[in-house]
């Protein structure tokens, strides 16, 4: 299978979901290999950095994309198969945000309290280990944590024409923040406009669930996933299927109402893979989910609703074709 390379120049980034003109247009099953930048652009390289005074917030989260899939309709279900994220910069960068993350005062949670400090934390990746090392900024402490590189963000165009930034989780999928988001997961979502016009970025070099501060381990990276399409049934919300589970993403404010969609939503997909009434279904997995939170910072919050395939019967979601994809991955 030929992989065809992506380098996207910064003029070339979108910081968005829809609006923009696509960057390419590709057939379904054409394997991408992408470079994203971090979510800072690049801004943050040294503790010296802050984002105060280094990070333009017109310009977080670039997305590498639009692209436009030939034959995807609204309606339709696009299908992207992570096949390996690979760290491209040698260091990452955390970083606390004046009025930003899970534990101060925000703009959408207003109290009287000043800002906490503007920090920020650089994490050197050593390959050869495969860890990223904290250094603690105000004690004294540095620990080895091994590198689980994930996506931020996945998504597609909205519907109606919106256009929606690229820190925004929602039915798209786009700015979701969850680890699931890994090498081996195949994302399904509905598409709204005609061609998709999917984009990704954000990488992780690894993050805790919740994402508490607001910012993980940000760092460039180079996505190697296979593209393809299904027509008809497309999801409500994100879908996610990895080799030991069924997943399904729901992006809300508060907090429980993201829960609620992602249960709802598992409740929806179980009917379609195992004929479960509705009630069966919700009455099956509220005895076997695990619920991770993905964000809590973000301008929705992303819950994740998992559901372990090995305490299942065998069931085929989509023709089977995260199992298909997995063995075209093999071929990269």
């Known amino acids: 299978m030929d ?4 380098v996207p120049t910064f003029e070339q980034y979108a910081f968005t979901f829809g609006g923009g003109a696509p960057l390419r247009r590709i057939q379904p099953g054409t394997a991408l290999r992408l470079w994203s930048d971090d979510a800072f652009c690049g801004a943050l390289r040294s503790v010296k950095d802050l984002s105060s005074e280094k990070v333009d917030l017109r310009y977080v989260n670039p997305q590498t994309g639009p692209f436009y899939v030939e034959g995807a309709e609204p309606g339709d279900t696009l299908a992207l198969h992570l096949v390996a994220l690979e760290p491209a910069r040698d260091f990452g960068a955390s970083a606390t945000i004046p009025f930003f993350g899970g534990l101060t005062s925000t703009d959408r949670v207003v109290t009287l309290q000043d800002a906490l400090p503007d920090t920020t934390w650089i994490y050197e990746l050593d390959r050869a280990k495969n860890t990223v090392t904290f250094v603690a900024a105000h004690s004294e402490l540095a620990v080895e944590l091994p590198v689980e590189p994930m996506l931020g963000t996945v998504g597609v165009a909205p519907p109606g024409g919106e256009v929606r930034s690229s820190l925004v989780p929602e039915r798209f999928g786009g700015n979701m ?3 699931q988001m890994r090498a081996g997961t195949t994302c399904f979502l509905g598409v709204n406009v005609e061609g998709a016009l999917f984009s990704i970025g954000d990488g992780h ?7 508490a501060c607001g910012t993980a381990v940000e760092g460039a990276m180079t996505t190697t996933l296979i593209v393809e399409l299904v027509k008809g049934g497309a999801p409500a919300w994100p879908r996610l299927e990895d080799d030991t589970h069924w997943m ?5 404010r508060p907090l429980e109402d993201a829960w609620r969609i992602g249960q709802a939503e598992l409740v929806h997909w179980f009917g379609e893979l195992y004929g479960l009434h509705p009630m069966d279904a919700y009455q099956l997995l509220s005895q076997i989910t695990e619920v991770p939170i993905a964000n809590v910072v973000d301008a929705n919050y992303s819950a994740v609703v998992k559901a372990r395939k090995s305490l299942l019967p065998s069931a085929s979601a989509y023709g089977g074709l995260h199992a298909e994809l997995r063995s075209r991955a093999r071929s990269l």
């Open 205 to 211: 070099y690894r993050q805790g669930e919740g994402e």
């Open 3 to 6: 992989v065809v390379e992506i």
């Open 248 to 252: 399904t993403v729901g992006s809300s």
């Open 177 to 179: 923040d969850t680890p």
